[in-house]
C-alpha cells in the first residue's frame, strides 16, 4: 500500500482540524432567526411568488376591465319645519325645536326611501322594466365594457298579469329592426317592429309590448322582465344613499344629500330628480292632507248653504209683498237682533264641534266643552223666543222671517270666510321643503377604482406568494439545515457545498453527451463549491490517518443528490495535490461518471473485471485531469449483486488499494438497493452524501442505521447543493458571510 500522501505538506494537528459536532441550544435557535430568513425562504420560492404577483395583477386587470363603469349623481334638498308666525313661542319650545331638528331629519331621510316615494319613482320610469342584454360570461361585459357601443333595449310598455311578473322572456334581434320575443320555455311567442305596440299571449294571459329601439347586431337576446314592484324599489333603495349634510353637534343641519349610483349617467340623473320631484310631492300632500278634506267637505255645503239662503229671502219678501211694510217696536227689533246673535254663535260652535270629531272624541274636554257652550247658547235663544212669542202675531212672524235670513246670511258668509281660510293655508305649504340642487349627469366614473384595485390585487398576490411558499416549505419535510443531522443524528457534516450554476451547466452537458471533459474542480478551480471539495480533501486526510486501505466509498440515501459531482471532483483536487487517484464507478446499475470525463461509451470496466473475463489493469482510462484514472461500469450486468459478493472483488479492492493513493468508489443510493452495503464491507472509509432539501430526516436515519453495522466506518456526511438564497449571503437558514476569491495579479 502506498503511504506516501502529498496533500498539504503544512496541515494543522488532527485535533484542531477534525470537524467538531456542535448541537445547537435553544438560545442559538433563538439568535439564528432572522427576518433575513424570512427573506431567504421567500427569495428560494422567487419564481413561485413573481408568477403570484403576476396572477393577481392579471386577474385584477381582467376584473378592472370586465367590469361594467358605474357613475354616481348628487342631489341636494332641504327640509323645513312648519312655522307659527302667529306668536312667538315659549323658550321651551324653542329649545324643543332645536333638540328636535336632528330627528326630524332623519325621519326626513328614511321617507325619502319609503315605498311612498320609490314606488312613484318605479311607476313614473317603468323601471320595473328589465331589459338587460344576454352577454357572453367572463368575456362579455370585456368585450363590451364601453357604453356608448354595449347592446341596449329601450322598452316603452310592457303590460301584463301578476302571474307573469318575475317569469324570464326573451327579445331577439333580427335584421332590419325587427325583432321576435321568446317565452320563458324558449318558444317564439310573437314578432315586431321597432316602435309598434305588439299584443302577445302566453299561457293564456295577454301581454302588451312595445319596444322603441334596440341596440345591437342582429342575434343580440335581451332579458324582457316585468320585476314585481317590491323588488324594483328594493333594487332602487340599494343604489340610494340618503344622509344628512352639514351635521353639526350644536347646529343640526336640515340639508339632506341624496347620491344615486348606475351605469347610465344620464338615467341616473332622471332617477334622482324624480326620487326629488315625488319627495316634494308626498310633502305637499302630507301637509295639506286635513285642510284638503275640511276644504272637500266645506265646499260640499256651500251649495246647500246658498240654497238655504236663497229660500230663506223668498220667503221673507213673500211675507213683505203679503202684508205690505211692517212697523216694528223697539222691543221687536231688538229681540230680532238678539235672536239673529244667538243663531249664528250657535251655527259656528256647531261647525267647531264638527271640525273637533276629526281629532277628539265625543268624550273629550274640548268637545265637552263646545257642547256646553251650545247648550246655553239654546237657553238663551228659547228665552228669547219666549218674549218674541208675546209680540202681535204680524210682528212675531215678521220677526221670524227676518231672523232666519240673517242666520243663514251669517252661516253662508262664515262657510265662505272658511274655505277662503283653507285655501290660503294650503297655498301656503308649499314652501317646507325645495330642492336647493337637481341631478347633473357626471361621466366620470366612480366604480371600478382601477389604480386602487390595481394596488390591491398586488398586494394580494404578494400575500399570496408569500402564503403558497410558507405552504410549500411546510410542505417540504426535506433537511434544510445540517445542524439538524448534528443534533438529531449524531452524524458530523464534514462539509458543506453550495449550489454551483457552473454545475449545473456541466451536468446539462453531461447529459446531453457533449464532448470534453465536465468536471467543476478543472473547468471552475475559483467556484465556491470547489472550494469546498477542498475542505473535504483536508477533512479526508486526518480522518483516514489509521485506516487499513486507502479506499473511500462515496454513496447516499437516494439518486440524483449529488454522488457523482462529489466523487469526480473530490477525485480532481486529490490528484491537484498531488496524491494518485483511481475512480471506480461502482453503480452497474445506471453511473455515467465516463460522460463526465468525455468518454463515449461505458464498455470496459467493473462489470468486466468482476465477472474474470480482463484484467483490472487494462481497464483503467487515463483521464484529462492528471493523476486521476477512470474505471467505469462496464457493460451493465442483469445482476450487480453477484458480482459484487464474488471473490474477485475483494481482490480487485485489495490490489487498486496498494497501487493508489486514494481509491474513490462511487456506490449506488443506500436505500433503493443493497450495493452499497456490500461495497461499505471491503472499505475502511464510507461518506455519505445529503443534498439540501431533498431527505427528510427519517430517511438519513434509515440510511445511518443500515451503515452502522459497518464497523464505524461511516465516518460523516457531505451537505450537498445548499441553494444561495441572494439574502445577504444566506444558505437556507444559515449564513455564510465569507467569500475567498484568487486574485491574479
Not at 303590460?159 to 307573469?164: G, K, N
Not at 443524528?489 to 464534514?494: Q, S
Request: charged content about 20%.
Amino acid at each position: 500500500m502506498n503511504t506516501n500522501h502529498p496533500i498539504d505538506p503544512h496541515l494543522p494537528d488532527a485535533a484542531s482540524a477534525a470537524p467538531a459536532v456542535h448541537i445547537p441550544t435553544e438560545h442559538d435557535k433563538a439568535e439564528d432567526f432572522r427576518i433575513g430568513e424570512i427573506f431567504a425562504s421567500v427569495w428560494d420560492g422567487r419564481y413561485l411568488f413573481l408568477a403570484a404577483i403576476v396572477l393577481s395583477l392579471a386577474v385584477g386587470l381582467f376584473y378592472v376591465y370586465s367590469t361594467s363603469p358605474v357613475f354616481e349623481v348628487e342631489g341636494l334638498l332641504q327640509t323645513e319645519g312648519q312655522k307659527n308666525y302667529g306668536s312667538q313661542g315659549t323658550e321651551f319650545t324653542k329649545m324643543e325645536g332645536v333638540y328636535s331638528q336632528q330627528t326630524v331629519t332623519e325621519a326626513e331621510a328614511e321617507i325619502v326611501k319609503s315605498n311612498l316615494v320609490l314606488g312613484r319613482v318605479v311607476s313614473n320610469l317603468r323601471l320595473d322594466i328589465d331589459t338587460s342584454p344576454i352577454l357572453p360570461p367572463l368575456l362579455g361585459n370585456l368585450l363590451h365594457h364601453d357604453r356608448t357601443t354595449r347592446p341596449l333595449a329601450d322598452v316603452a310598455v310592457l303590460d301584463m298579469p301578476e302571474a307573469l311578473k318575475g317569469a324570464r322572456f326573451q327579445l331577439v334581434k333580427l335584421p332590419g329592426g325587427d325583432y321576435q320575443v321568446l317565452g320563458p320555455d324558449g318558444s317564439v311567442i310573437g314578432k315586431g317592429s321597432t316602435g309598434d305596440r305588439l299584443s302577445l299571449s302566453f299561457a293564456g294571459n295577454p301581454i302588451q309590448l312595445q319596444v322603441r329601439s334596440l341596440r345591437g347586431k342582429p342575434g343580440q337576446a335581451y332579458t324582457l322582465r316585468l320585476v314585481p314592484q317590491i323588488e324594483a324599489i328594493n333594487a332602487l333603495r340599494r343604489d340610494l344613499i340618503v344622509e344628512e349634510r352639514g351635521k353639526n353637534v350644536n347646529a343640526p343641519s336640515n340639508i339632506l344629500g341624496l347620491t344615486y349610483q348606475s351605469g347610465d349617467p344620464v338615467l341616473a340623473a332622471n332617477i334622482l330628480n324624480e326620487v326629488l320631484n315625488q319627495y316634494i310631492r308626498q310633502a305637499i300632500e302630507r301637509k295639506s292632507g286635513d285642510s284638503a278634506k275640511a276644504l272637500e267637505m266645506l265646499q260640499g255645503q256651500r251649495p246647500l248653504l246658498q240654497a238655504q239662503v236663497t229660500d230663506a229671502e223668498n220667503r221673507l219678501n213673500g211675507y213683505r209683498q203679503q202684508h205690505g211694510a211692517v212697523d216694528l217696536a223697539r222691543e221687536s227689533d231688538l229681540a230680532l237682533q238678539e235672536g239673529s246673535n244667538l243663531e249664528s254663535q250657535i251655527t259656528a260652535l256647531r261647525q267647531r264641534r264638527q271640525e273637533l270629531l276629526r281629532t277628539y272624541t265625543e268624550h273629550s274636554d274640548l268637545v265637552t266643552t263646545v257642547d256646553q257652550q251650545i247648550a246655553r247658547l239654546q237657553a238663551e235663544s228659547k228665552q228669547n223666543e219666549q218674549k218674541v212669542s208675546e209680540l202681535p202675531r204680524i210682528q212675531q212672524d215678521f220677526v221670524a222671517l227676518t231672523r232666519d235670513v240673517q242666520v243663514k246670511n251669517d252661516a253662508y258668509t262664515a262657510l265662505l270666510n272658511s274655505i277662503q281660510q283653507l285655501q290660503n293655508t294650503l297655498a301656503g305649504s308649499l314652501g317646507n321643503a325645495r330642492v336647493v340642487d337637481y341631478a347633473i349627469p357626471s361621466f366620470d366614473p366612480v366604480a371600478p377604482r382601477k389604480k386602487m384595485l390595481m394596488v390591491l390585487f398586488g398586494f394580494i398576490g404578494i400575500l399570496l406568494g408569500a402564503g403558497v411558499n410558507v405552504v410549500r416549505r411546510m410542505l417540504n419535510r426535506g433537511v434544510e439545515d445540517h445542524r439538524i443531522i448534528e443534533a438529531k443524528l449524531g452524524m458530523p457534516i464534514l462539509v458543506t457545498i453550495p449550489h454551483s450554476e457552473a454545475q449545473k451547466d456541466m451536468l446539462r452537458n453531461i447529459q446531453r453527451h457533449a464532448p470534453g471533459t465536465h468536471v467543476l474542480a478543472l473547468g471552475q478551480p475559483e467556484d465556491m463549491a470547489t472550494e469546498s471539495i477542498r475542505s473535504l480533501r483536508t477533512v479526508l486526510h486526518f480522518t483516514m490517518e489509521n485506516v487499513r486501505n486507502r479506499l473511500v466509498l462515496i454513496t447516499g440515501p437516494s439518486p440524483n443528490i449529488g454522488k457523482s459531482f462529489v466523487s469526480t471532483n473530490l477525485a480532481a483536487v486529490l490528484a491537484q495535490g498531488g496524491a494518485s487517484v483511481l475512480l471506480v464507478d461502482a453503480d452497474m446499475r445506471r453511473g455515467n461518471l465516463h460522460r463526465a470525463f468525455g468518454f463515449k461509451g461505458r464498455a470496459g470496466g467493473l462489470a468486466e473485471i468482476l465477472s474474470g473475463r480482463t484484467d483490472w489493469r487494462s481497464m483503467v482510462k487515463e483521464t484529462a485531469v492528471p493523476n486521476v484514472g477512470l474505471i467505469s461500469t462496464g457493460v451493465l450486468p442483469p445482476d450487480p449483486l453477484v458480482l459484487l459478493m464474488s471473490p474477485l472483488f475483494s481482490t480487485f479492492t485489495q490490489e487498486v488499494s496498494e497501487v493508489y493513493d486514494f481509491v474513490i468508489v462511487d456506490a449506488p443510493p443506500i436505500l433503493p438497493v443493497s450495493d452499497s452495503l456490500i461495497i461499505g464491507s471491503k472499505v475502511d472509509t464510507i461518506l455519505m452524501v445529503a443534498k439540501y432539501g431533498a431527505h427528510p430526516l427519517d430517511e438519513l436515519r434509515t440510511s445511518q442505521n443500515r451503515l452502522k453495522n459497518l464497523n464505524r466506518k461511516l465516518k460523516g456526511c457531505i451537505f450537498n447543493d445548499i441553494k444561495l438564497v441572494g439574502v445577504q449571503g444566506l444558505y437556507g437558514y444559515y449564513k455564510y458571510n465569507y467569500q475567498y476569491k484568487y486574485e491574479r495579479g
